[in-house]
């Protein structure tokens, strides 16, 4: 009897201190345990702004899929299980019972697919297996626009592009809700125990046309294939209201398809991609020796066959004999020593001055990341030869929004152009207007511009650098840019060169500028290869956005 009392009493006292244990010690422990075994946070995704173009087009837009996941402790007959789904999803057996065999209490098996396959799978009953409603990206133009655009993540948030730019308004807040679930790992109906609501994202119209975007895409790449071109950029913004119309780059991607893309497809050049521009930069000290009236358009001036300036003698691209020529004749022929002898008179000073007043050297603004500043020497930088090379457009790098900012102030008389992409947001049942862009400070005159102007017309005449860029019922003012690629880690130039057109239209009443580079195209001529596409790109703008033509007006192009 005292032996089996003993053994009560300490079997007893053992259950005790288990249960001390249990309840005390190890209280914490046990409770979240039964808390991951009960309690279940399932994420409320919101739903992801819309993106249109101008005109209402989608060009991005969030459809609804279905998640599948596993609760793997939960799984009955994990080979069995394995094998039902990958015959739905069309995948390897083994790749999916692996996924099964994970020690853990939540595995995704597969991500935001179809809803009609999920509910194949949901119809299978198969125990621990689960799912979720959520939202996948989906850009219905596919390519057009889509370096602009960006993509988004798995999880919906932004990563490039304006996707990423304008993540805080697009991608909303997530909410959250607290459920309990049975045995089987199934929420129970009427056990929520706490909600956070999701804050829907906020939808978005661009200023893009998706009209233009699309006929500029096409157009740089015929473009690249038909001169070998390694890239090709395109851009067409209205000049009175910095609104960015179309911006294609080739070689390009497909956002709904990103296996095998490669990431200098992704890269927005326009943007984030710095150039040594050439001779389109000669637009810059030609209206600022305008402005400071040191030459008029009919000035004429002796142009020698070559130019020593410091340790350095300048040549024109194409050799020619000494000449008298206008200021005009200048410009419209690209002479690069008669630009020179004009810079000289206009002096470092004031050129770097007006460099910095056109915005050379500093971001435009425009509403997109990774925009870069370009590079401008500092003036106490400045050598002998700054003065000449800078005014051809050599030792100075741009991008191409730069450019066209630059071109855009010209076309509106001196007024500076701020380039963007967002035009209204909608804000419950009303729109908002952004107003961003539009026009800045005055840079030059207008009677400066207007003179360029008039010059940057005959570039396109015959007997210009570029009169394939003429386009019919139309007055065309613009200019052409051929420049060697520098040797990047060796100094110097090779033997690749960037071609470029840039100009607007009418050009006795801007509305559009439109730009296009070829990097490393055969011919390498910017009046050769590139004005053609400026051409066709700005004829079908122009058309496209009913602009009247220059019926009878001087210079317009009719039959």
Not at 167 to 195: C, M, Q, Y
Request: proline fraction near 6%; glycine fraction near 12%.
């Amino acid at each position: 009897m005292a032996a089996v009392a003993l053994i009560l009493i300490a079997g007893l006292v053992a259950v005790g201190c288990k249960l001390v244990i249990l309840q005390s010690l190890d209280a914490g422990k046990y409770l979240k345990l039964a808390r991951e075994q009960r309690e279940i946070f399932i994420n409320i995704t919101p739903r992801r702004g819309t993106i249109f173009d101008r005109e209402g087009q989608v060009l991005a837009i969030s459809e609804d899929v279905t998640t599948v996941y596993a609760t793997p402790y939960q799984v009955k007959q994990r080979a069995q299980t394995a094998k039902k789904i990958a015959q739905v999803l069309g995948e390897d057996p083994g790749d999916v019972e692996k996924k099964l065999a994970q020690d853990s209490g939540f595995v995704y098996i597969a991500r935001k697919i179809d809803r009609n396959v999920a509910n194949r799978i949901k119809k299978l009953g198969l125990p621990g297996i689960g799912f979720v409603g959520e939202s996948k990206r989906l850009y219905p133009l596919g390519k057009a626009a889509a370096q602009v655009l960006g993509v988004v993540d798995i999880e919906n948030d932004g990563q490039a592009g304006l996707e990423l730019y304008y993540e805080d308004i697009l991608g909303g807040k997530p909410g959250e809700v607290l459920l309990e679930r049975d045995a089987a790992g199934n929420p129970i109906p009427g056990s929520e125990k706490k909600r956070i609501s999701a804050v829907e994202g906020v939808d978005l119209k661009l200023t893009l046309d998706k009209d233009i975007q699309i006929y500029a895409e096409n157009a740089v790449a015929d473009a690249v294939e038909k001169t070998g071109a390694k890239a090709g950029t395109a851009l067409v913004m209205d000049c009175n209201t910095g609104d960015i119309l179309a911006m294609a780059g080739v070689p390009t991607f497909d956002p709904n398809d990103r296996e095998d893309v490669k990431p200098a497809s992704m890269r927005n050049r326009a943007i984030t991609d710095v150039y040594e521009p050439g001779s389109v930069l000669k637009m810059i000290p030609a209206v600022a020796a305008l402005e400071e009236n040191i030459v008029n358009p009919d000035t004429s001036i002796y142009v020698p066959s070559q130019l020593p300036v410091a340790d350095k003698v300048f040549k024109d691209a194409e050799p020619k004999p000494s000449r008298q020529l206008t200021f005009s004749q200048i410009i419209s022929e690209s002479s690069n020593v008669g630009t020179i002898e004009v810079a000289l008179k206009l002096g470092g000073e004031r050129l770097n001055r007006y460099l910095a007043r056109f915005g050379l050297g500093h971001k435009t603004g425009v509403d997109f990341p990774g925009e870069v500043e370009g590079l401008v020497p500092r003036f106490s930088q400045w050598t002998g030869t700054s003065v000449a090379a800078i005014s051809i457009g050599q030792g100075i790098s741009i991008t191409p929004i730069q450019l066209a900012s630059v071109t855009g102030t010209i076309a509106n008389a001196g007024w500076r152009v701020y380039p963007h992409f967002l035009k209204e947001k909608f804000a419950g049942k009303g729109v908002i207007d952004m107003e961003l862009g539009g026009l800045g400070e005055e840079v030059v005159s207008r009677s400066a511009c207007r003179k360029l102007t008039g010059i940057l017309e005959q570039v396109v005449a015959p007997g210009g650098t570029a009169p394939s860029a003429a386009v019919k019922y139309y007055r065309i003012a613009g200019k052409t840019g051929t420049a060697a690629k520098v040797i990047f880690g060796g100094g110097g130039y090779g033997s690749n060169y960037m071609a470029t057109f840039v100009g607007f239209a009418p050009a006795e009443n801007p509305r559009l500028v439109a730009l296009v580079v070829l990097d490393e195209p055969t011919p390498i001529w910017g009046g050769i290869v590139s004005a053609p596409v400026f051409s066709q790109i700005m004829g079908f703008s122009l058309q496209h956005l009913k602009i009247p033509p220059s019926w009878g007006s001087p210079g317009g192009q009719q039959d």
